[in-house]
């Protein structure tokens, strides 16, 4: 029996448009949370008009592009990330998965859980067990934090409507519960918790790493997480993992200029963080079927408000913070996160439905998706070959200069021209 050394408290931040949960730690054990900001529900589900759906299913609906595909230029590229795996280090799936997204795109065989036993003991308060393996990877009282990220890189059933195109959309998906919810009886009412500790995270990190010597195609990790303090133990996993050849990509944190959230700023990730186009509001991104509005090819010319380019880095996106010994350099590539849309239910309840979400919890998973449709055609790349072109990707000529902007095609372009220039 462990006793947490820890108080969380709940701070909500307000700001337009979001609303913000975070949970504050202190001492051990280290607790990191989702990237999130979340907002409105876009369409409730009702459970009862549920059931899973089949290959013919999806078939037959006709598919539909998002702002945020539009964004990357995903439409130029043919790849769609086959034989590439993705491991979402996050909240697990909601138990409706079988209803957004095609049996085949998830690994469920290979998900797992990690978590610890909360309960309150009256002699020493709130107490968590050692570390369980034996969680399983669906969401119960966690947030649809996981399931939202999945759909982002292989796309969702949209209420049997049509199929909302994912960045990589044939990825294999392997859900790992790393981040989990937790109400406990106390003599003070109902208690709380949700997070996940270090030793969630990294013994979910170890998982994939070991698991990569058994599958039969590269393996990146998706991190959509983070916390205010680096964590030895974390760190060394995820040298453990790169060492093992897997992509590790992690979402840079929502702070803004107070600096970046760990596991982000280590050098050693492939970081991302979060960027909003200047035309959301002009098409009413958060209304209606706005989200599937065109966007256009060339977004260094003048949108409608007279803004000179069309992509900007969100002000909640986290940047390297000096004082905090954190180096330009930390920080890699943005990608689309804010007003993405997709399923989700918030944590402590069963309100599932389709929400907006933003965050660099958000833009990870393009960042993760992209490395997808790169491994596709170059499955030797490493974690040093990954994050170099797609910091050359970003960099990039004519309308991503010194932007750090992420798309599909530029990644494609630089990564063909650094395999030939490595060739032997």
């Not at 462990?2 to 001492?27: A, D, E, H, R, V």
């Not at 399931?147 to 199929?163: L, R």
């Not at 970046?260 to 098409?283: F, K, N, R």
Request: glycine share 10%; net charge negative; aromatic share 14%.
């Amino acid at each position: 029996m462990k006793k947490i050394y820890t108080i969380l408290l709940m701070i909500c931040i307000i700001t337009p448009g979001f609303i913000m949960f975070t949970n504050i730690t202190s001492n051990q054990p280290t607790f990191f949370n989702s990237l999130e900001l979340y907002d409105i529900s876009v369409e409730p589900m009702l459970a009862a008009e549920l059931q899973d759906t089949t290959a013919e299913d999806y078939g037959a609906w006709p598919s539909a592009s998002p702002w945020w595909y539009d964004l990357v230029d995903k439409e130029n590229v043919a790849n769609d990330g086959e034989g590439v795996y993705v491991a979402v280090l996050d909240t697990g799936l909601m138990d409706l998965w079988p209803f957004f997204f095609p049996e085949g795109d998830i690994a469920w065989e290979l998900g797992k859980g990690f978590s610890h036993d909360i309960w309150w003991d009256d002699a020493y308060g709130v107490v968590m067990s050692e570390l369980k393996d034996d969680r399983g990877f669906i969401t119960d009282l966690a947030s649809g934090h996981g399931t939202h990220v999945t759909s982002t890189i292989i796309g969702y059933n949209y209420n049997d409507y049509f199929y909302v195109d994912g960045i990589a959309p044939k990825a294999t998906i392997i859900p790992v519960l790393v981040l989990d919810a937790w109400s406990v009886d106390s003599p003070y009412g109902l208690l709380n918790y949700s997070g996940g500790t270090d030793v969630m995270i990294s013994a979910g990190i170890y998982y994939i790493a070991d698991l990569a010597d058994e599958l039969d195609g590269p393996v990146i990790i998706n991190m959509s997480l983070g916390g205010p303090s680096p964590t030895v133990m974390i760190e060394e996993a995820i040298d453990y993992a790169i060492a093992k050849g897997v992509i590790v990509v992690v979402a840079a944190g929502n702070g803004g200029e107070a600096g970046m959230d760990y596991p982000g700023a280590y050098d050693q990730v492939i970081s991302a963080a979060a960027c909003g186009w200047t035309e959301a509001l002009y098409h009413s991104l958060w209304t209606g079927e706005g989200w599937l509005v065109d966007v256009p090819e060339e977004l260094n010319v003048p949108d409608v408000f007279g803004n000179e380019y069309q992509v900007y880095l969100e002000d909640f996106s986290s940047r390297p913070n000096a004082t905090l010994g954190q180096k330009h350099h930390d920080l890699d590539v943005m990608t689309p996160g804010a007003w993405i849309v997709g399923p989700y239910k918030p944590k402590f309840t069963y309100d599932v439905g389709y929400w907006y979400v933003s965050g660099t919890s958000m833009a990870a998973p393009h960042v993760s998706a992209i490395a997808a449709l790169i491994l596709q055609d170059y499955p030797e790349f490493d974690q040093k070959d990954i994050e170099h072109i797609l910091k050359i990707a970003a960099g990039g000529v004519g309308q991503n200069m010194l932007r750090g902007f992420l798309q599909c095609d530029e990644a494609m372009f630089y990564a063909a021209h650094y395999k030939v220039g490595h060739s032997k």
